[in-house]
Nanobody, 125 residues
Framework: QVQLVESGGGLVQAGDSLTLTCTSN????????MGWFRQAPGQEREFVAA????????YYAESVKGRFAISRNNVNKTMYLQMNSLKPADTAVYYC??????????????????WGQGTQVTVSS
């Protein structure tokens, strides 16, 4: 059973930075594209960013492009989301997830089979 654990969330002010971490206990973490999603109260879970298994390809939602950076360390089985210039609209629970290799669309939540429990990010104005 793959377990993903997020950490690094918190309460920050607009314009601040925060780094989220996702740690996996999976033996084959390095074989999968990994992604970050977020869900605000009353809203659907939305794609934030994804990174290919070797970290060569990265993908971002338009709303975070230029402000967020996704990275991974396959030796440590860890993925990161560096979030800069945070806005109140970034407030949400952030989830990391592992994408199934037989699904192409990295932006669809249904393409991911294992999820962490989430970490809350709150950005005050």
């Amino acid at each position: 059973q793959v377990q993903l654990v997020e950490s690094g969330g918190g309460l920050v002010q607009a314009g601040d930075s925060l780094t989220l971490t996702c740690t996996s206990n999976g033996r084959v973490f390095e074989d999968y594209t990994m992604g970050w999603f977020r869900q605000a109260p009353g809203q659907e879970r939305e794609f934030v960013a994804a990174i290919s298994w070797r970290g060569v390809s990265v993908y971002y939602a338009e709303s975070v492009k230029g402000r967020f950076a996704i990275s991974r360390n396959n030796v440590n089985k860890t993925m990161y989301l560096q979030m800069n210039s945070l806005k109140p609209a970034d407030t949400a629970v952030y989830y990391c997830a592992r994408k199934r290799n037989d699904f192409r669309d990295h932006a669809q939540a249904s393409a991911y089979d294992y999820w962490g429990q989430g970490t809350q990010v709150t950005v005050s104005s």
